[in-house]
């Protein structure tokens, strides 16, 4: 087993790599000690890459992006130059303990002292075969680990523990620079693959510079939009999403791009209304010219029924970048939000024409024809945004809806999605908020309220919104909607 992981280490593909190699024996003496539960990813952080006590796994993905190239490293080894090499380690996805398996069967003959086992002297000792898989690590433990002990010391002597210097002017390395404007190319591209792909280029720019503010800024932007775009649930993408801000704003405060991304994040993801726009006035003090803090602050600036603020701040992220699709996307939803439903379905008919895989353009038509009970258009945009979503609930719903309007149209529609959403809802995969609207869009006022009800208590991202959404406009008279807008008044304040 030694000479095996020498071979491996020896290779190519480690030898260039002292990362690499120091990962692969951390593991597999982790393995051979006899470890039933794999290693923590804060642990392998800690004492491989030499992360602080301040690591934090969800901010500085180094273990999961190093996880991964080594298991493509290890078998580019088992492809060429180890093809065959008849022990193979190989690490699976979801933990960080390899397995260690013979790639086909070995033949082991007996020591010749081994009388047991040898019979008698003029019969040859039987072969003792071991089957394909099995993991012989018994025996090979006493070797390996002094072959590992030098490995594991050099390890812990290579990789400073302290907490790294953070300069306030620290100049992010060139290679670090290139990785994040890749990524913002394809966050700006606004879909659920296009936004993996970000994620993937900004962890690599935080892997080759872990100082990089923008860096963990541009990731928590795309764990933003991922919850939008339903690529992420929302239970993973927040907290996500606020930590990587958080950390962005602790290495450059002078960032208006890391207190921009705070702000989305704390407004939307905690509910905290009050230091969300707190956040947004300071990133667009530190750079006026920042188009994103304008285009996102003109949102939550809509949610709270404040429409000529708004309009002023999405009209100035579009002097700003006068290309984006997104910007005018959402310009339409507040022209909606204002009471112009016409002119934003206008508006939202030219960013789909100009950008037909523009999501976020169907998602607030479908809103916008749910309100005026247009049932074929809202269909129509319906399906649109779960085929460009490429989400499971999401295209359940569109097919439901499909199949209940054939056979019963708009009524028939309407209770095949309550039926899908409902199921959904069980599973937690689907909001209260827009259950609630469904129910509203059947005309049961009271089901309506009980699902608002249960967005409250959930804290639902979208209860920001509640006061003035147009689709809950029918409500407004209702003594229940009341006492709700003052419960989340109250909630949001804290």
């Known amino acids: ?89 190989e690490m699976p996805k979801g933990s960080y303990l390899p397995e260690i398996n013979f790639a086909a069967e070995e033949t082991i003959e007996p020591e ?4 047991l086992l040898a019979g008698p002297a003029s019969e040859p000792a039987p072969a ?38 953070r300069p306030s002017d620290h100049a992010a390395n060139a290679a670090a620079q290139d990785l994040y404007l890749s990524g913002k190319f394809y966050w700006n591209k606004r879909t659920p693959e296009s936004l993996n792909r970000a994620v ?17 800024s541009g990731l928590a932007d795309c764990y933003n939009l991922l919850r939008e775009y339903s690529a992420m649930p929302a239970s993973e993408a927040w907290p996500r999403a606020i930590a990587a801000a958080k950390k962005a704003v602790e290495l450059d405060s002078s960032s208006a791009e890391a207190h921009s991304s705070l702000a989305f994040a704390l407004f939307y993801g905690a509910l905290d209304t009050r230091n969300g726009e707190r956040e947004f006035r300071r990133a667009i003090e530190l750079n006026p010219e920042y188009e994103k803090a304008h285009h996102w602050y003109a949102t939550a600036l809509m949610v709270q029924g404040r429409y ?36 934003a379905v206008a508006l939202l008919r030219q960013v789909e024409a100009a950008e037909p895989a523009s999501q976020s353009a ?40 499909r199949e209940g309007f ?20 069980k599973d937690g995969r689907w909001p209260h908020y827009d259950v609630a609207k469904t ?4 005309g049961k006022r009271q089901e309506a309220l009980d699902q608002l009800q249960a967005a409250v208590q959930n804290r639902e991202m979208d209860i920001v919104a509640l006061g003035n959404d147009p689709s809950f406009a029918g409500l407004h008279s209702e003594p229940r909607f009341q006492e709700l807008e003052k419960q989340l008044k109250l909630s949001l304040r804290t």
């Open 1 to 89: 087993m030694s000479a095996a992981l020498e071979r491996i280490l020896s290779s190519a593909p480690f030898a260039r790599s002292s990362q690499l190699a120091n990962f692969l024996r951390f593991v597999v003496n982790e393995q051979l000690s006899g470890r039933d539960e794999a290693p923590k990813e804060y642990a392998l952080g800690r004492q491989v890459f030499g992360r602080g006590a301040d690591y934090d796994p969800r901010i500085d993905p180094i273990v999961r992006v190093q996880a991964r190239q080594l298991r493509f490293k290890l078998s580019e080894y088992y492809e060429t130059t180890g093809a065959a090499d008849p022990i193979r380690i």
């Open 112 to 115: 010749p002292a081994t009388e």
């Open 128 to 165: 003792v075969r071991m089957p394909r898989g099995t993991k012989m690590r018994w025996i090979f433990i006493a070797v390996l680990c002094l072959v590992l002990a030098a490995g594991f010391v050099l390890v812990r002597f290579t990789f400073p523990w302290g907490k790294p210097d």
């Open 200 to 216: 993937d280029f900004f962890t690599q720019a935080i892997v080759r510079d872990p100082r990089y503010a923008k860096a963990y």
């Open 308 to 343: 000529p603020e708004s309009l002023a701040e999405i009209e100035r992220a579009r002097q700003l970048d006068p290309s984006s699709t997104a910007i005018l996307a959402d310009k339409g939803f507040i022209l909606f939000y204002q009471g112009h439903p016409d002119q």
């Open 362 to 401: 169907h998602t607030y038509l479908a809103a916008i024809y749910l309100t005026q009970r247009d049932s074929g258009n809202y269909l129509l945009e319906l399906q649109k945004a779960a085929e460009l979503s490429n989400n499971e609930p999401a295209q359940a719903i569109w097919t439901a809806a």
């Open 406 to 425: 054939a056979g019963g149209g708009a009524h028939g529609m309407f209770e095949r999605i309550l039926e899908v959403q409902q199921n959904l809802l």
């Open 439 to 442: 129910f509203l869009a059947m």
